[in-house]
């Protein structure tokens, strides 16, 4: 009788360990998910460093749970603590990508400033360029070269409407170049001319 007690009682101790040791199947479930509605809001464009460390910190995350599992007494407490850290990291950015969206909506309409101040001056320092003997096509280029900013310059509103702020960004600094390149063409055309 005595042997069957110590037996019942080593069962029942083994089945306690084992049954308090599962995998924290509900933690990974909800940081996958976090993790996959702050993608959806935009972190994927507007905090993609951010967003690669969280995936980064799953992983680890999920190697220990792993790790764990290929072990007879397994101990997912620090799994779990990776988990819960990660789940509060997911909120920290949730939570601060409207800034980050906003400060990249302010950028573009800033460069899309730029871009626009950088088109009238091409255009106003065109006006003023040396006209001369084989300066003619030149002057056309550069015409050509204008016109074709300004043409790209609509689709940088049409951008920001969308709310393609990296998009818009990346088409108003795209104009502000070819428009600064007209312009120190025209001011190297005057500087020769002088």
Known sequence: MKGLTKNLVLVLAIA???????????????AK???EDVTKAGADKYAADDLKKLNTDLTAALDEVNAQDK???KKFGTAKEMLTKLKTD?????????????????AAIQLQSEAKAAID???????????????????????AELTGAETAFAEIQ?????????????????????????????????????
């Open 121 to 143: 001056e091409a255009k106003a320092l065109l006006a003023k360029a040396p006209k001369g003997k084989g300066t003619a096509k030149d002057i056309e280029a550069m015409k």
């Open 33 to 35: 998910a976090a993790i």
């Open 90 to 106: 997911v909120d920290a950015l949730k939570a601060a990508l409207p800034a980050k969206i906003e400060a990249a909506k302010n």
């Open 16 to 30: 306690v360990v084992l049954t308090g040791c599962k995998q924290p199947t509900q933690l990974i479930d909800d």
């Open 158 to 194: 049409t951008a920001l409407d969308a709310k393609d702020y990296i998009g818009a960004a990346d088409k108003a600094k795209s104009i502000k170049e070819k428009a600064a390149a007209v312009t120190s063409q025209v001011k190297a055309a005057i500087e020769k001319k002088k």
């Open 71 to 73: 072990k007879f007494l």
